[in-house]
């Protein structure tokens, strides 16, 4: 029996984690002839700190993020990927992921990167991938390789 998807979901943020997931995706993509939707989320509660936030800030992530988009797509064209849309929402990355996105467009498989965070970090914040694999309704892959199942070079770590 053969499992087809019909949309599948990137999340991408311009990080090396998010690249790797969106190559993997693309040909996943394409070997199942599914629409991609490449999503981006603007984390809302980076504004909050500001106090002078008068609006330039959102702006200027919203135009960087259209871009980021547009360059994946394409990209994901120049692969071969015919179907491809893009969405941006704005708020927690985790609960828009797992639930918001993958509802309101039908994803039946969600695939991002493993995260950066180091163990302290995720003690007290906890990362996007833990929570969208327990709570997203449909299929979440998280990719740690590259295209060739190599653990990319890691730099120095911080």
């Known amino acids: 029996m053969l499992q087809n998807y019909q949309k599948i979901m990137v999340a991408v943020d311009g990080s090396t984690e998010a690249e790797l997931a969106f190559k ?3 040909n996943v993509a394409m070997r199942n002839d599914a629409e991609l939707l490449l999503a981006h989320v603007i ?3 980076a504004f909050q700190s500001v ?3 008068d609006g330039m800030l959102a702006e200027q992530a919203t135009e960087m993020a259209k871009q980021t988009l547009e360059d994946y797509k394409k990209q994901a064209k120049d692969y ?3 179907k491809v849309s893009s969405v941006i929402e704005y708020g927690s990355p985790k609960s828009i992921i797992a639930k918001q996105i ?3 467009n039908e994803v039946d498989l969600i695939m991002l990167g493993a995260t950066g965070l180091n163990a302290v970090e995720r ?3 906890g990362s996007v991938s833990d929570y969208v694999i327990r709570n997203a309704a449909c299929d ?3 990719v740690r ?3 060739e199942n190599k653990l990319p070079d890691k730099k120095e770590e911080e």
């Open 43 to 45: 984390d809302t509660r």
């Open 51 to 53: 106090s002078s936030f």
């Open 145 to 147: 390789t590259d295209l």
């Open 140 to 142: 979440v892959l998280v």
């Open 102 to 104: 993958p509802e309101t």
């Open 123 to 125: 003690l007290f914040i």
């Open 80 to 82: 071969g990927c015919e």
């Open 24 to 26: 993997k995706a693309v």
